[in-house]
């Protein structure tokens, strides 16, 4: 008899945000007449813009057409993306990065889910605590995470590194030294951002000590301040120890329209083994490129309309940030994030539980969040709130929140 | 120091496709006068049909609309789509298939590139020879091959199933009893199709030496003929032991629009272990739902427009492979597939090797098509010609075959 992969069984529950889903079916079958406002999952909620839509249109209408049709994409993705990617991304901020080391892809869940197939089965990972779940889930279905301990929360061969208020929600490097380090700045779920300086720290660590980054920046368009990097490569040495992946979703609003990319430098080698290859070669095995007409919208976002189109929608959902943070906040609630990033991250009143408060929020104020537990042991009495919704939501989530 | 996956790097050179891609490019370079005929590489040429366009325009209408924007798609696939799949391909074939069982993904090859993570790290693997490249490729970077012998072209723990002009390129059931087998009809590379009672010999030696078939079925748009089974559900008891996989790449053309999807039937169970909560939990971790807007111009293949116009499709290809089949054959070639297949296959004349023959006709006749031992040890001796050109390509490469 063929026996399956026992990592995946030693996943306890469900993925975070499938268990919300399920929460909230239950609430609305148990009352259906109210309604609920959803600043849960980080899913946005303001429409393609002009720019996009008629790049997309444009390309649809190309692949009608015999002579402009196009087939299986190249695997890495088309000249005309990456080109730009390249220049706008990085060249304008000072990096250096090759339009031939940016991996076009449909996602950052993707990548971050899949590039630690690149390891060793026995490397040893870090993540932040609180940390966006996909890290530490697709290394236990590959085997790495050990075994789980149901009462701390923790998996036994994953090297937690908390991020707390009294470290601003900046982890400290890691007392143990771990082959593959996981870092998400501005940060999902606590809305942490890391300066410059502290992230070259990080870098230096890892060249160091022989560590990759996995530097995941899906949140870099909510960067408002100075100096705050956009790119782990604004870093000396960060083409040595870094891959960073980064997503069209948050920015351009394409969680429904799938498009992201990853770099992975070429000077990132173990020994002869050079990661930028066997990532080209995983994306050729196992990928068949993102959709062409997907590519051409996601070019379309770097023109001076499509940039100026991005800049609206950063600025729509920041202003929810700064509404649901300030509002909070006057209700004296103790609240982070939201300066550079679209999360608010709030301590539970009460000393409820994360999960406690979820229910009580649902059941009381019909607003869904995601409780801080969920993202690992560390946030424990913390909760998330979006800023993806409406301005309408948001500002009626806020008057909910006051009549608790 | 970190150490990298070293199964990546056992791999020998490129993958199939990537080496044909770069030879071309060479001769290219070396003559930029001369006109190469691709019919090489399985794409397809023709354009998007009217009510596939007419859809991925309304979709994207949709997405510019903040009342009809839709974010991130259910992880499993939209479940107007499922129903569709549910109804069209399987309960009017008679097959029972719940649309919960259906999973929509970016396509086939990342599906049968992925569904080896849900099988234990020492699971053996049976492929047919010759065979699609991603099931072997995808199984070495699981470390799951062994080693390879670059003499004979087998990888030591891989059963091979030679398709032979003795079996009519249908595989006999293995010696050793392998865990998972991986079989695709009507066959890529060799166009041969496979008959229901042949396919449910299969499904009962999988259920009664507790093996997983995973059944590729990209082509079934192209059978023509009666006995020959669209789908392994066809067969009884194919729910207890088979995975099927499908694509809209090669009957709706979708290669550069990335749509496909995967059957895990509830029935598939090891023990407690359901394979098919197993691929949601895949699905939920590292994928992040195909894209509405394509998910749309898939649900619009299954309209009777929609249908018609695939047909039509088909036919196009399907008259190609008649035209190379015959012209081929006149030719004096020995001739397989473009039955139920868009594929011919052929014997290369004269004793050449399968490269020899590439060269040799992409030197002499400027035509392009994929050496038989890209595709497995058994490829060795034989070439693969597709027939997604357009009419005259085919054509005019009949010409240029008939001038050698």
Redesign the interface.
Known sequence: ??????N??K?PG??L??TIAKKVAAFTAANPDESIIRLG?G??????T?PV?KA??SA??E????ST?????P?LGYSFLRETIAQHDYAERGCRIDPDEIFVS??A??DS??IQ?????D?RIAVCDPVY??YV??NV?A?RAGTYDPETGYWSRIIYMPCTEENGFVAELPKERP??IYLCFPNNPTGAAIKKDQLQKWVDYACEN???IIYDAAYEAYISEEDVPHSVYECDHARECAIEIRSFSKNA?F????LGYTVVPRDLK?GE?S?HD?WA??H???????????QKAGEACYTPEGQASIRGLVSYYMENASVIYNGLKDMGYTVYGAVNSPYVWLKTPGGMSSWEFFDYLLANAHVVGTPGSGFGPSGEGYFRLTAFG?HENSKAALERFAKL
Not at 1 to 6: A, D, G, I, L, S
């Open positions: 008899m063929y026996r399956v992969n026992e995946y069984l996943l469900s993925y945000f499938s999952i899913d946005v909620t303001q429409p393609l002009d839509i997309l249109h649809v209408d692949m009608a057409c015999a049709f196009r087939g299986y994409a695997d449909d996602g869940k993707c889910g899949n197939e690149l390891f060793a089965d490397s779940p996909v889930d697709s279905m085997g082959d593959l022989g560590c990759v609003g969680t429904g329209v799938r173990c083994a990661l066997m070669r995983r050729g095995t196992k990928y068949n490129g993102a959709p062409y007409i997907i409406s």
